[in-house]
T-cell receptor, first 113, second 113 residues
Framework: TQTVSQSDAHVTVFEGDSVELRCNYS??????LSWYIQHHGRGLQFLLK??????VVQGVNGFKAEFSKSDSSFHLRKASVHWSDSAVYFCAVRGSMGYKLTFGTGTSLLVDP | ETAVFQTPNYHVTQVGNEVSFNCKQTLGHDTMYWYKQDSKKLLKIMFS???????VNETVPRRFSPQSSDKAHLNLRIKSVEPEDSAVYLC????????????FGAGTRLSVL
């Protein structure tokens, strides 16, 4: 069984600050990890993903995430946030042999201008 | 650029009525999904179809039934809606395979009075 947890329900930062959104997973085999963003009233949009290779993956709009097998984590980071980054961010995991993408509970990021 | 189209955007109905939601994707994907997102933004997969075949069927009430006419369309019918069915229903599509990215529609918001 694959599980994913996002420990922070809400994060508030100022524009220009750096931010880290935390994601931890649990799964016994090879997995695909990804991050999605959901702006208010919209569907989810893909940000980035990891399966193998370089544990640091670059996404759109300056986002990046780092995979850590020892910590079972896939935290999302951005060096300097913009007010338009305010949204809900979802971490997701899927087993390599499965079809089902399991989402975390989401972290609502608010960027104060 | 929108490539997963959901109709209607909103639907308000009364307990016991039947509703149908439509989803179409123009990406040439072979796998489609229905997710339910509740008022706390929690996402739960309901169904997944691959080339018109049901491959994921989570534990959902029997009043929910997916319908797929071809790999580009996946509709959702709810017979006799209940108040707890109030939610946003998100349709998504992807190519076959665990690594592949999900593309989401904007969602259908259902309110059951």
């Amino acid at each position: 069984t694959q599980t994913v947890s996002q420990s922070d329900a809400h994060v508030t930062v100022f524009e220009g600050d750096s931010v880290e959104l935390r994601c931890n997973y649990s799964y016994g085999g090879s997995i695909y990890l990804s991050w999605y963003i959901q702006h208010h009233g919209r569907g989810l949009q893909f940000l980035l993903k990891y399966y193998s290779g370089n544990p640091v993956v670059q996404g759109v709009n300056g986002f990046k995430a780092e995979f850590s097998k020892s910590d079972s984590s896939f935290h999302l980071r951005k060096a300097s946030v913009h007010w338009s980054d305010s949204a809900v961010y979802f971490c997701a995991v899927r087993g390599s042999m499965g079809y089902k993408l399991t989402f975390g509970t989401g972290t609502s990021l608010l960027v104060d201008p | 650029e929108t490539a997963v189209f959901q109709t209607p955007n909103y639907h308000v109905t009364q307990v016991g009525n039947e509703v149908s939601f439509n989803c179409k994707q123009t990406l040439g994907h072979d796998t489609m999904y229905w997710y339910k997102q509740d008022s706390k933004k929690l996402l739960k997969i309901m169904f997944s179809y691959n080339n018109k075949q049901l491959i994921v069927n989570e534990t959902v009430p029997r009043r929910f039934s997916p319908q797929s006419s071809d790999k580009a369309h996946l509709n959702l019918r709810i017979k006799s809606v209940e108040p707890e069915d109030s939610a946003v229903y998100l349709c998504a599509s992807s190519l076959t395979g665990g690594e592949n990215t999900l593309y989401f529609g904007a969602g259908t918001r259902l309110s059951v009075l």
